[in-house]
């Protein structure tokens, strides 16, 4: 059974930067796809990141791209969010979720963390 159990959440101001963690278990993850998602109140959960474990492959939405940087720790089976230049905007819960498999960057994740709050106050 594969966890994901993100961390690293909190409070900051704009302008300062915080690092997440999602530790994954219960998987062979070099085969997976590991993405990270949020969603505010009163919107839709949205793509943030993703990067395939095995070869390092990342892809950013337009929103975060130059501010943010996915990568992962092979020995110890954790993906990071690293997050600088936070804006007010980029509060909300986030998520971790692995997708095994196909080619979808932004969809079709099977596993989900219980999310980590990220306040950015302006």
């Known amino acids: 059974q594969v966890q994901l159990v993100e961390s690293g959440g909190g409070l900051v101001q704009a302008g300062g930067s915080l690092r997440l963690s999602c530790a994954a278990s219960?998987?062979?993850?070099?085969?997976?796809?590991m993405g990270w998602f949020r969603q505010a109140p009163g919107k839709e959960r949205e793509f943030v990141a993703a990067?395939?474990?095995?070869?390092?492959?990342?892809l950013y939405s337009d929103s975060v791209k130059g501010r943010f940087d996915v990568s992962r720790d092979n020995a110890k089976n954790t993906v990071y969010l690293q997050m600088n230049t936070l804006k007010p905007e980029d509060t909300a819960v986030y998520y971790c979720?692995?997708?095994?498999?196909?080619?979808?960057?932004?969809?079709?994740?099977?596993?989900w963390g219980q999310g980590t709050q990220v306040t950015v106050s302006s």
């Open positions: 979720a692995a997708r095994l498999g196909g080619n979808s960057w932004t969809r079709g994740y099977d596993y």
């Open positions: 990067v395939i474990w095995d070869d390092g492959r990342t």
């Open positions: 219960g998987g062979t993850f070099s085969r997976y796809r």
